[in-house]
DNA sequence: CGAATCGCATGACACCTGTCATGGGGGACT
DNA sequence: AGTCCCCCATGACAGGTGTCATGCGATTCG
């Protein structure tokens, strides 16, 4: 018997993935949790060998998630399954100890193999996502231009990300300016939708 | 037996909810699309009493595959059931004819029980959802404010969008200062969020 | 130790945006 | 017929934005 953990904030899809793996003969899931910073206490309490994490979950996401119960639980091997394959989100689920990653669009028949294979020690990665990964590269955004890229997705001046961040407006404008370069964008709104798109922005 | 179809983009998720589904003495699926553009001839090849429909999906939303679905099968009842809770996405799919309106938040449990009502002629509705739509009121902007939003979102300039749209650059500008002031925003991205937020733009 | 890179900042400049006044044309409703 | 609202357009103005040159302190790396 693989013992799982659902982490998923949308209540039907993680009762609905509940039901589907319940149906294979080797497979039980024994927590399922809403929110990101529940995985490690349900993780602690019911030992499961597989977690399959969302990304989007409130509290924190579930690649810090990820990090962390790699370092509580290290016999609990994670597998993610997300419902956006930007790249740079495969890049952060490997780099915080996942041993899988799968996108929502996969079928249904595919979930319970992708589960035994991170069982039993496989790496389970969309090849379409690896590929376009490796193309890509790193996030070309220094940590500061991040933050403000960050700070400018709910629509803001300059002022307001400037008040926000504890910065001057120059210094703003200027982060906006390179980010918006490295991005290959005109304007700082579509700096934001590019940087969201490669997954080089915090979830949410 | 109430026969379903379901509809929705996620090839994970629409196998879960069928498995879900499945596990009810009483419920069958009897087809499975996962595009908007199919629903209507999937519902015609299998009869389903109850289409359960994304609103987010390729070729045409769910909305619109609705309204497609009420004249083309009037005999099958239509169930929303969306990520978004967006009060604007409700009324729409009132008025495209939709008995139901669940968002995936909602406890695995309960979806069995609001595809039962809906196929014996209740009314499904999130009550919290519904109380927000109620509050709300229908969208203030005017169908071309909508258009020039719309365009806005990818975070062109103004030159782009009017020549996208035809219009003038003036034109566009007045179209976007209106939508700003209606919105109660300071800038057109946060006009967008708003606007996006609230369910007054097409999805996608 | 240099050299490179990053964060932060200032100031200046061209350009884009958001706002407003104003106007004409068309459909809807009284 | 008159009124109201929407669409489209023009022009002008204040203020916001994107770019660039330049500078300083801190950190990293060969």
Redesign the pocket.
Known sequence: MIRLLLADDQALVRGALAALLQLEDDLEVVAEVSRGDEVVDAARESTPDVALLDVEMPGIDGLAAARLLRDAVPTCRVLMVTTFGRPGYLKQAMSAGASGFVVKDTPARQLADAVRRVHSGLRVVDPTLAAESLTQGDSPL????ADVLQAARSGG???VIAKTLF??E??V??H??SA??KTGA???AEAVRVAVDNGWLLPH
């Open positions: 220094t940590e500061r231009e001046t300059v002022a910065l001057s120059g210094t404008r200027n906006l300016s918006i370069g005109r304007t700082r």
